[in-house]
């Protein structure tokens, strides 16, 4: 049996739109460094940009796929990302770079990616297991709620100090 990885692809929502785009890309580039060397130990091939608005990584597995996603949205906020986590195997090679590699994983991120960015929801897991429906539907439901949120509830529930620090799924 092949070893399944796991795959979180990226998507800037409304990057066209940002004010001072070039700015953003270069603060993005510095959170995904960041969270590689935070998360070396879960990641076999780094995060990165791999189209203008777009970055991605591959995982182990999937459990700190939410941990990560979290260190994003925390530290490029006000900017919303739409993500998509894909597990499954690889039919290709580890590379340096997942733009270099193809396989199940990378094929369910981007649906899950592309399905986060129709229904206009921040986070979809694809993974392929039973437990996808119930993420999902608690994710959902978070974005829900989140959706009213103000700067200033965004900052006490989410920022460094807030709940969804510790907020483990």
Request: with cysteine; proline share 1%; glycine share 6%.
């Amino acid at each position: 049996m092949k070893k399944k990885y796991t795959v979180i692809t990226g998507d800037l929502v409304k990057s066209r739109e940002i004010s001072e785009r070039y700015k953003v890309q270069i603060k993005l580039q510095k959170v995904l460094n960041a969270v590689n060397k935070k998360f070396r130990d879960d990641i076999v091939v780094n995060f990165s940009i791999t189209l203008g608005d777009e970055f991605q990584g591959l995982l182990y597995t999937p459990e700190k796929s939410f941990d990560i996603i979290k260190e994003i949205q925390r530290e490029i906020y006000p900017v919303r990302i739409s993500f998509g986590v894909g597990s499954g195997t690889i039919s290709t090679k580890i590379a340096k770079k997942t733009t270099e590699m193809d396989g199940e994983c990378f094929r369910k991120s981007r649906e899950a990616l592309l399905e986060a960015k129709k229904l206009k929801q921040e986070i979809i897991y694809n993974t392929g297991t039973d437990i996808d429906l119930s993420v999902n539907t608690i994710l959902r439901l978070i974005y829900s709620i989140k959706s009213d949120w103000k700067k200033i509830h965004y900052h006490r529930i989410i920022t460094e100090h807030g709940y969804m620090k510790n907020l483990v799924l």
